[in-house]
T-cell receptor, first 108, second 116 residues
């Protein structure tokens, strides 16, 4: 089955800086890669996703890049704000395996 | 519009009791998923339905876990003879479709299960 590794496990940045979270996957058949933001006591919320036929996707301050050859994909958040503080998870189909999560803290 | 709704939000049970957790997916969503999330971990896949058909139950940890979706809408996850290691947050997600064309999964806020 799929194996997803996520790094770093914690990330602290100053407000306005950029944050980058990286994930690797093992199953070359995976073709859908979502990123989720989870706040305390809430379910994961989809923030951006990318499919295997696309190398990069942007949505305002958030972008995701995918390198199929290397089997890794990354989340980029620019101009971080305190409300970006949360736990972020990557996931990879085929069987929706999630990474272990990255706790992002944005200091005002 | 209404999102995925899960009930109860919190459930406390004594070891050995049976529990039932409910999920109301987004109307019209064909696919429904159950996940287990331990503290500080990512969600772990349990099982997946396409309409009323349970297509994958490979993540269910033991035969004490049972899920159903009899009419292709509401789903129930049942845990029999609960044990302390069953304590976790149980998440439900639904999507328009899954398989050949994966559509985004939308999650509920989960049921936090505590086994005493």
């Amino acid at each position: 089955g799929e194996n997803v590794e996520q790094h770093p496990s914690t990330l602290s940045v100053q407000e306005g800086d950029s944050a980058v979270i990286k994930c690797t996957y093992s199953d070359s058949a995976s073709n859908y890669f979502p990123w989720y933001k989870q706040e305390l006591g809430k379910g994961p919320q989809l923030i951006i996703d990318i499919r295997s036929n696309v190398g990069e996707k942007k949505d305002q301050r958030i972008a995701v890049t995918l390198n199929k050859t290397a089997k890794h994909f990354s989340l980029h958040i620019t101009e971080t704000q305190p409300e970006d503080s949360a736990v972020y998870f990557c996931a990879a189909s085929t069987d929706m395996r999630f990474g272990a999560g990255t706790r992002l803290t944005v200091k005002p | 519009g209404a999102g995925v709704s899960q009930s109860p939000r919190y459930k406390v049970a004594k070891r050995g009791q049976d529990v039932a957790l409910r999920c109301d997916p987004i109307s019209g969503h064909v696919s429904l998923f159950w996940y287990q999330q331990a503290l500080g971990q990512g969600p772990e896949f349990l099982t997946y339905f396409q309409n009323e058909a349970q297509l994958d139950k490979s993540g269910l940890p033991s035969d004490r876990f049972f899920a159903e979706r009899p009419e292709g809408s509401v789903s129930t996850l049942k845990i029999q003879r609960t044990q302390q290691e069953d304590s976790a947050v149980y998440l439900c997600a639904s999507s328009l479709t899954w398989g050949n064309s994966n559509q985004p999964q939308h999650f509920g806020d989960g049921t936090r299960l505590s086994i005493l």
